[in-house]
């Protein structure tokens, strides 16, 4: 069966410095990947998403960027850190002909 | 554009009343939408899909293509029923590389009262 993998659980990091978020898809190949960024009242932001190895697309311009190193593999990073990148951050993968995403358990940010 | 609009952030019922948390759509093309359930310290995991037609946990789900609804019912409500709901709709997006993604709306957290 697939399974999904996101770390760290939370995570908290100074202002200024690098962050590196991973996830992994187990159980399956060619997966379509999303990051994705969770806040209360303002519901799920498609943050980037990935087609394949080394494609990337972003949705929203940000301090963030993400790679995919490898078909199965979802990096979410920055140089910097700001204040406002504090947040709910959700790993998801999809089947690349659509349907339903399944989740990671997610990891919370706090830039201080 | 697509967007997925739940106008309640928050619905709360007492245990055994009927539920029905509001999810309205608007797309051009025939859509494929989701309901999403995240409880308490859990992921974000699917409730239902409206080509199931399935019910799941009691929830139904039927898609109304007049009214451009997809509203969430439990005749019954339980305790357990306490999470937050996201609707969600399936789309191609053709720009950048393509792929199928998911539209959400912003959520509704359903407190069910003992």
């Known amino acids: 069966s697939q399974t999904i993998h996101q770390w760290p659980a939370t995570l908290v990091q100074p202002v200024g410095s690098p962050l590196s978020l991973e996830c992994t898809v187990e159980?399956?190949?060619?997966?379509?990947l999303y990051w994705y960024r969770q806040a209360a009242g303002r519901g799920l932001q498609l943050l980037f998403y990935?087609?394949?190895?080394?494609?990337i697309s972003s949705e929203v311009p940000q301090n963030l960027s993400a790679s995919r190193p490898q078909d199965r593999q979802f990096i979410l990073s920055s140089k910097k850190l700001l204040l406002s990148d504090s947040g709910f951050y959700l790993c998801a993968w999809s089947a690349n002909t659509g349907g339903s995403y399944t989740f990671g358990s997610g990891t919370r940010l706090t830039v201080v | 554009a697509q967007r997925v609009t739940q106008p309640e952030k928050l619905l709360s019922v007492f245990k055994g009343a009927p539920v029905e948390l509001k999810c309205n759509y608007s797309y051009s093309g025939s859509p494929e939408l989701f309901w999403y359930v995240q409880y308490s310290r859990q992921r974000l995991q699917l409730l239902l899909r409206h080509i199931s037609r399935e019910s799941i946990k009691g929830f139904t789900a039927d898609l109304n293509k007049g009214e451009t609804s997809f509203h969430l019912k439990k005749p019954f409500a339980q305790e357990e029923d306490s999470a937050m709901y996201y609707c969600?709709?399936?789309?191609?997006?053709?720009?950048?590389?393509?792929?199928?993604?998911?539209?959400f709306g912003k959520g509704t957290k359903l407190s069910v009262i003992p």
């Open positions: 990935s087609v394949g190895i080394g494609q």
């Open positions: 159980g399956t190949s060619n997966p379509n």
């Open positions: 969600a709709l399936s789309f191609y997006a053709y720009s950048g590389a393509g792929s199928y993604q998911l539209t």
